[in-house]
């Protein structure tokens, strides 16, 4: 068995957009990747099962968010770009056709309606004010925008130290249900939830912490049950930021990137669903900025984004653990690993 894997970039060098490979299951080896779209700056993407990929997109000083229909040649549907940096993330609820950005320059979350051909069009944009201590989280810095178990909108403000949850209309309108405030400095970037939709974990770019949360599903609202460093604590947090996380599909293991550290932290899921940290893995790169698990989640795939190099790795079902199979694949300025949703 194979499956495509598509890489975002940063084009600020030799990069020319989205890169796709493929993971052959048998061999365990990934293919050189080969360009696959030539977009600017395309340093997030997502795909759904019809072959729609939408991919963040930059044109000179206009900033936003592209849409490709086509699993084999991709053709661009449309482009909506308005003033000003990027989206550095995006969220799909497939049951209204939303698709979701954080803005982290603009600090402010955009909805979008897509039709069946890939088609978006703008229906409603927030934008969140605030603040945190530390000069990197001076206003609101949205990073993280996408759904909860109970198809609410959970969105991480890394500046203001808070984590937002709203209700979601059919038409793309937001009403904020509840906020939960980390402590000062954590830097919220990135959230996943347990696969029993009760419990999240939350990761603090600048602080190097990982929390774990309960989940409220009446109410929207997150409570804070535990806190963990995400690198040894002989290691400078200044000198590492946490990026990507994520859980497997059994709910027993989560996985963290640090950029700095250079590694994977690997947490087993307590009883209690909280976190026992379990060992890191080097990600045989620097800067591992995004990673992911296969739909076999046997694989886990990382892209290190100042070497230029993704790593391919063996995962362990039983204890969590990586083992590396593949190293030096080349990704040029390599910032975000997604597997397609179609073949």
């Known amino acids: 068995m194979?499956?495509?894997i598509l890489f975002g970039t940063y084009t600020k060098k030799a990069s020319k957009g989205i890169y796709e490979a493929i993971l052959d299951e048998?061999?365990?080896r990934i293919s050189t990747p080969e360009l696959f779209i030539q977009l600017d700056n395309p340093t997030y993407l997502q795909s759904n099962s019809a072959g729609i990929i939408?991919?963040?997109a930059k044109d000179n000083d206009l900033g936003g968010i592209a849409s490709f229909s086509g699993k084999k040649i991709p053709k661009l549907v449309n482009t909506q770009t308005a003033?000003?940096?990027?989206?550095?993330y995006i969220g799909l609820d497939t049951n209204r056709n939303l698709v979701f950005t954080a803005n982290y320059h603009k600090g402010t979350i955009t909805v979008y309606k897509v039709d069946t051909t890939g088609k978006l069009t703008i229906v409603n944009e927030v934008k969140l004010t605030g603040h945190g201590p530390l000069p990197e989280q001076d206003t609101a810095k949205v990073h993280f925008t996408d759904l909860t178990p109970d198809k609410r909108l959970v969105v991480c403000d890394l500046g203001s130290d808070k984590v937002y949850t709203y209700d979601i209309s059919n038409d793309g309108q937001l009403t904020l249900v509840a906020g939960f405030e980390t402590a000062p400095g954590f830097a919220p970037r990135h959230l996943i939830f347990h696969p029993n939709g009760k419990f999240a974990y939350l990761v603090g770019e600048l602080s190097s912490h990982i929390s774990t949360l309960s989940y409220n599903s009446e109410t929207g609202k997150f409570e804070l049950l535990q806190t963990l460093l995400t690198i040894p604590d002989t290691f400078n947090p200044a000198d590492n930021g946490v990026a990507a996380i994520r859980?497997?599909?059994d709910g027993k293991f989560v996985y963290v990137?640090?950029?700095?550290?250079?590694?994977?932290?690997?947490?087993?899921?307590?009883?209690a669903f909280?976190?026992?940290h379990s060992g890191y893995t080097s990600t045989e790169g620097e800067f591992p900025r995004d990673f992911a698990l296969d739909a076999t989640e046997?694989?886990?795939?990382?892209?290190?984004q100042n070497t230029d190099n993704a790593t391919l790795f063996e995962r362990s079902s039983t204890d969590g653990a990586l083992t590396l199979l593949q190293k030096e694949i080349p990704v040029p300025e390599g910032v975000c690993v997604s597997f397609a949703h179609f073949n």
Request: glycine share 4%; net charge positive; aromatic share 6%.
């Open 2 to 4: 194979t499956q495509k």
């Open 26 to 28: 048998d061999e365990k």
């Open 54 to 56: 939408f991919a963040v």
């Open 83 to 88: 003033a000003g940096a990027p989206p550095c």
């Open 247 to 249: 859980i497997s599909a």
């Open 257 to 271: 990137s640090n950029r700095g550290h250079n590694t994977i932290a690997v947490f087993k899921v307590t009883s």
């Open 274 to 276: 909280t976190l026992s």
């Open 298 to 304: 046997n694989f886990v795939v990382v892209t290190n």
